[in-house]
T-cell receptor, first 116, second 111 residues
Framework: GAVVSQHPSWVICKSGTSVKIECRSL??????MFWYRQFPKQSLMLMAT?????????EQGVEKDKFLINHASLTLSTLTVTSAHPEDSSFYIC????????????FGPGTRLTVT | SQQGEEDPQALSIQEGENATMNCSYK?????LQWYRQNSGRGLVHLIL?????REKHSGRLRVTLDTSKKSSSLLITASRAADTASYFC???????????FGKGTTLSVSS
């Protein structure tokens, strides 16, 4: 199957700083990527849909000024958590859809963010 | 928003036993997918079943779909300790692009 990578796999930052997480589709072009957040022992919650060359679409309750998404190329989407707070500590997972291969979505391995 | 509910939330069984997890969803779907997640790790895609399919098999996995009841079940036969993980069902959102996940079932298989 297709491969999606994320970087970094884990990051610790201080409260008030910003953190950038990268999501790359390695062997296919992804016009659409998705960002999810998962708190401990909970399910994945869709945060936003990232569209190449246009603005991201955010789910209700997700602050677009806090979670900046940029999808500048067909293989890269970035999520920047601005002015991070301890409550932003979570597991962030991206996924991408290869429309040429059908309905399956391909998930990155996730990024563990800890804000101290 | 979350589309579905898994049942049970947690399941503990012995190796060799079968494990059945259920998923219910709310809106019409194009397909339903099941994923596995080991603790602290990424998702592993298990199986996709389309809305016009009723049953699908993959190795020790059997998935059924009842669109009239808006429900699906995942059966893992002859379970192994390595099957210990959280299992999630997921369906397309209304736009047909993103996946919306259920709350998940945590399966624990003891040897």
């Amino acid at each position: 199957g297709a491969v999606v990578s994320q970087h970094p796999s884990w990051v610790i930052c201080k409260s008030g700083t910003s953190v950038k997480i990268e999501c790359r589709s390695l062997d296919f072009q992804a016009t659409t990527m998705f960002w999810y957040r998962q708190f401990p022992k909970q399910s994945l919650m869709l945060m936003a849909t990232s569209n190449e060359g246009s603005k991201a679409t955010y789910e209700q309750g997700v602050e677009k000024d806090k979670f900046l998404i940029n999808h500048a190329s067909l293989t890269l989407s970035t999520l920047t958590v601005t002015s991070a707070h301890p409550e932003d500590s979570s597991f962030y997972i991206c996924s991408a859809r290869d429309w040429d291969r059908g309905d399956e979505q391909y998930f990155g391995p996730g990024t563990r963010l800890t804000v101290t | 928003s979350q589309q579905g509910e898994e049942d049970p939330q947690a399941l503990s069984i012995q190796e060799g036993e079968n494990a059945t997890m259920n998923c219910s969803y709310k809106t019409s779907i194009n397909n339903l997918q099941w994923y596995r997640q080991n603790s602290g790790r990424g998702l592993v895609h298990l199986i996709l079943i389309r809305s016009n399919e009723r049953e699908k098999h993959s190795g020790r996995l059997r998935v059924t779909l009842d669109t009239s009841k808006k429900s699906s079940s995942l059966l893992i036969t002859a379970s192994r300790a390595a099957d210990t993980a959280s299992y999630f069902c997921a369906t397309d959102d209304q736009a047909g692009t993103a996946l919306i996940f259920g709350k998940g079932t945590t399966l624990s298989v003891s040897s």
